[in-house]
């Protein structure tokens, strides 16, 4: 009488594995805002800070060769909104031909020399309201990862 192996289960997304995969974040109206389809795959180690650790936690336990999508907050992403966060900046602080527009994603460098990005709230003759939030944390995300190995 012969005995069968048991199946080998696939490997799956685990803190501290290194990970091969590609990787699509799309806004509600369908907008992409980062894909890696259409180039290089990311290649990280779970756990090493290369994502945000919202993103990490929807990866986790994914079999090697699964391809699928998640519906997800981008506050359970990248972290809830901090009131703190929504500042004022002087006109003068700001280059003389900046227009700012509502919506818009302006990047700044901070006094340490690190980059850090804001979204125009609003702005009149006091100066622009800037939201220092992560400028995906309030809104509704389509992700979609195709994991490719699993060392």
């Given at each position: 009488?012969?005995?069968?192996?048991?199946?080998?289960?696939?490997?799956r997304?685990?803190?501290?594995?290194?990970?091969?995969?590609?990787?699509?974040?799309?806004?509600e109206d369908?907008t992409e805002?980062?894909?890696?389809?259409?180039d290089?795959?990311?290649?990280?180690?779970v756990?090493?800070?290369?994502?945000?650790a919202?993103?990490?936690?929807?990866l986790l336990?994914?079999?090697?060769g699964?391809?699928?999508?998640?519906?997800?907050d981008g506050?359970?992403?990248y972290?809830?909104?901090?009131p703190a966060?929504?500042q004022t900046?002087?006109?003068?602080?700001l280059?003389?031909?900046?227009?700012?527009?509502?919506?818009?994603v302006?990047c700044f460098?901070?006094?340490g020399?690190?980059?850090?990005?804001?979204?125009?709230?609003?702005?009149?003759?006091?100066?622009?309201?800037?939201?220092?939030?992560?400028?995906?944390?309030r809104?509704?995300l389509?992700?979609?990862?195709?994991?490719?190995?699993?060392d």
């Amino acid at each position: 009488m012969s005995r069968q192996a048991p199946p080998i289960e696939p490997r799956r997304i685990e803190p501290g594995r290194r990970v091969k995969l590609h990787v699509s974040i799309h806004l509600e109206d369908g907008t992409e805002v980062l894909s890696s389809f259409d180039d290089q795959p990311m290649v990280f180690v779970v756990g090493d800070g290369t994502l945000a650790a919202g993103l990490e936690s929807t990866l986790l336990n994914l079999p090697v060769g699964s391809d699928t999508q998640t519906l997800a907050d981008g506050s359970a992403i990248y972290g809830e909104p901090d009131p703190a966060l929504i500042q004022t900046l002087e006109p003068s602080d700001l280059p003389a031909d900046f227009a700012p527009d509502p919506g818009q994603v302006v990047c700044f460098k901070t006094p340490g020399g690190q980059e850090t990005s804001g979204t125009v709230v609003s702005s009149d003759a006091d100066g622009v309201r800037m939201d220092f939030n992560h400028p995906l944390s309030r809104r509704g995300l389509r992700i979609r990862v195709q994991v490719l190995s699993i060392d």
